[in-house]
């Protein structure tokens, strides 16, 4: 069965797609606007050993969203309208004829993006595939533990880690669109993850 | 790190143990009321390599839950009530002072049982351990197509397939309380499945 697995390099998405290799052949999916480059993400898939792929993501939707978080003061309802729009595109992709499922990496603590059961069903009825969310029962604390065990993830500050996710692309078309300030407010601070490979578990 | 998961030789936990076993030691624990033997789910665990406990689970809930089904007409809110209460005891028990996480097989699709993030939060909170659901991101399609990649499963009427889960002892209390005709409509036929062991992979 192959499933592909919409991926930013993080640790969440680099889990998820952990969890799902014994029953999958996952092939890691960067969903782009073309805003950033998605080199993180082939770099951080090569070196886990997954194939990688690029989506793209229809850039008026990306556009919808930057002004919807900027009349919000907060990302929470537009990053949810990109990554649904994602989650569809990854379904509906060319070279995605042959999968058995889409997946993420969203979390049972976040409170975005979340993909509840009917919208869950809607994609799978829609694009005929099952849709797999294998941290959605898995709280935080449990995933820091077992990505801790099993990834070498370097973090930092949003801006200072190259990441190939939504969430930059969506910075960086605010910036363009309302400067720095526009930026600060609707995402304040927040330390970003970008997995570098697999840890040896010997080392652990 | 070391995972508790609550254990009744169905297809649901089997697979819940199987996504977990790269990241924990994973203990299959079954609840028990000492009404139905454990046995089938001793025997499922040894075939799949997995080390087996059982807990004892507090009677009274036992009456109460088989009280509650009769008078509802239907099992969900008298599971509910057995299911929190095994997650706990598994939580709570004398031998798990070292467990890091408990665990179940609720599933996505599942009207019952179901763990939402709130009883996950106090669970985590009341024992200091992390509660994992990892079938909770990931529907009845999905769950099958991984189950017949993996597992060899036995599956029958409920009333001729042994399993070793409190669905069966709840059961097993409402024939004595109220007759066969009470277990009839609350538990209308459905079917059951039981784990004999792992699938190689090279026959699939």
Request: no cysteine; proline share 5%.
């Amino acid at each position: 069965m192959r499933a592909g697995l919409l991926y930013s390099a993080g640790k969440d998405s680099t889990l998820a797609a952990l969890l799902l290799e014994d029953f999958y052949d996952v092939v890691l999916v960067t969903a782009s606007f073309g805003v950033v480059d998605p080199e993180p993400a082939r770099e951080a898939a090569a070196a886990l050993g997954f194939p990688h792929e690029t989506v793209d993501v229809d850039p008026e939707v990306a556009r919808d969203a930057v002004s919807r978080m900027y009349d919000d003061g907060y990302p929470r309802n537009g990053i949810q309208q990109v990554h649904e729009h994602a989650l569809e595109r990854v379904a509906a992709a060319e070279w995605t004829d042959d999968l058995d499922a889409v997946a993420d990496g969203t979390r049972r603590d976040d409170r975005v993006p979340t993909v509840d059961r009917p919208l869950a069903q809607r994609v799978e009825d829609r694009f005929d595939v099952d849709y797999l969310a294998p941290l959605s029962g898995i709280g935080r604390g449990a995933i820091d533990d077992m990505v801790a065990d099993t990834l070498v993830v370097e973090t930092g500050p949003s801006a200072e880690v190259p990441k190939a996710d939504y969430e930059v692309e969506l910075r960086t078309l605010l910036r363009e669109a309302h400067g720095d300030e526009a930026v600060a407010e609707v995402f304040p601070d927040h330390t970003q993850s970008r997995v570098r490979g697999r840890r040896d578990r010997h080392e652990a």
